[in-house]
């Protein structure tokens, strides 16, 4: 028997890098090998306090029942003082929907927004589920490289040379902090990007799951730029400043008119987000803050431990991250040494380094052309694995002899 012929979508739809690796991870783990896991951008920590008590309370009162596709009030209502207070953005709850989790919102803001033949700029390196999301309309990716001596911030000139140049404009995903590169945005940028975007019919995709791992000042929203609330769906998770990426819950600020929208989209895709679960983030909003922070300053003291430790391995240049617990060294010199691209470069660091011990990160080309030559690596290891894995990766470069036998098992990752 066969299956009916797959759409032409679903033969080139592309995922998550991350998760692909962390399967490979898995596999050698069971089969016995030590792997430092920097690959994914999950939390080493646990759920903050409030939100597992709450969410246990919530389960066994029986909130374990359909609720609305928009969200519980009590959560909106939450969510809403949170931007409001923190990050000075215009909500009310009416400006709130409720999803499993930021990644979702990519694929409803597409629908919202787009049509095929829109073009979207797009800061590379970027999250690789950008495109597939574009894909799935028919809108065109508008790409401009994000500079390692630009601290990997984004050009408001770039945005006027797309609203002049391109055919199409009608999108753009900003991402800070950013993720792979620790880039943030400053108040400066993101107020130009308003500027020039301003009563235009341009739609924004704020992606913003980072926001409270900046690390020098606070987190800004572009939608906290006047009248940008109309024009922007800025996308929140609590994965990483609760800790709780397994229960996966998010919620987006737009527009009511949006927010309806999107509601529609996650009643005919989704259903709801668990009303405990949405119980378990209320608590976290409200009772968790200083935990939050705590675990902040913990991931901050990590990236700050990785990034020290490469800086002083031969051949890489590295810049402590603006925000986000990930640190993304140019290692070029290496792979131009070894003949080797960069994901070729991990991947040889997580199975042919060492028969024993790998360690998983990612090539930056996962995230796009523009992050070749570079490597990301989570901090998502207790601190005696992260001074490991720097110590393996030290080794592991100059063992000619694997990479070779590596290369040639593997001739795809060779260097054109």
């Known amino acids: 028997m066969t299956v009916p012929s797959l759409s032409q979508f679903a033969r080139s ?15 050698l783990k069971s089969a016995g090998k030590d792997v430092i896991e920097l690959q994914i951008g999950d939390s080493p920590f646990p759920s903050s306090s409030s939100a597992i008590r709450a969410g246990k309370a919530a389960i066994d009162a029986g909130r374990t029942t359909y609720g609305p596709s928009l969200g519980l009030p009590e959560f909106r209502e939450a969510a809403a003082k949170l931007v409001q207070n923190e990050f000075q953005i215009p909500a009310t709850a009416e400006n709130i929907v409720v999803a499993p989790g930021a990644k979702p919102f990519e694929q409803f803001f597409c629908e919202a927004f787009l049509e095929p033949g829109d073009e979207v700029l797009i800061f590379e390196p970027a999250f690789p589920t950008y495109a597939p999301n574009l894909a799935r309309r028919g809108a065109t990716a508008v790409t401009v490289p994000l500079r390692q001596e630009h601290q990997f911030r984004p050009d408001p000139r770039a945005v006027e040379r797309f609203l002049h140049q391109s055919r199409r404009p009608k999108a753009i995903f900003l991402n800070t902090p950013h993720n792979p590169t620790g880039g943030v945005a400053t108040a400066d940028d993101l107020r130009a990007i308003a500027d020039l975007i301003r009563g235009q019919d341009i739609a924004v995709f704020s992606d913003e799951p980072y926001c409270h791992m900046v690390w020098n000042g606070q987190h800004r929203s572009i939608l906290a730029e006047a009248g ?49 679960v949405q119980i378990a983030g209320k608590a976290a909003l409200e009772y968790d803050r200083e935990e939050r922070n705590a675990t902040m300053a913990k991931f901050r003291a990590k990236v700050e431990r990785l990034v020290r430790e490469l800086s002083e391995v031969q051949e890489v240049t590295v810049v402590m991250p603006a925000g986000t617990f990930y640190v993304f060294p140019n290692v070029e010199p290496i792979c131009r040494r070894l003949g080797i691209t960069s994901h070729g470069l991990a991947m040889y660091l997580l199975e042919g380094a060492d028969d024993s011990r790998g360690v998983a990160c990612l090539g930056g080309e996962c995230f796009g052309p523009a992050g070749q030559g570079f490597l990301r690596f989570s901090c998502a290891e207790p601190d005696d694995r992260l001074s490991a894995a720097v110590a393996f990766f030290r080794d592991a470069i100059n063992r000619s002899d694997r990479v070779a036998r590596y290369l040639k098992a593997n001739p795809k990752y060779r260097q054109p």
Not at 239 to 266: D, H, N, Q
């Open 228 to 276: 940008m609330i109309h024009q922007c769906v800025a996308a929140f998770t609590f994965s990483k400043s609760y800790s709780m990426s397994g229960w996966r819950l998010g919620f987006a600020v737009a527009a009511p008119e949006v927010v309806t929208v999107i509601g529609k989209m996650i009643n005919t895709a989704l259903s709801c987000v668990p009303p405990f």
């Open 13 to 27: 739809l592309t995922t998550e890098t991350a998760f692909d690796v962390l399967a490979v991870a898995r596999r």
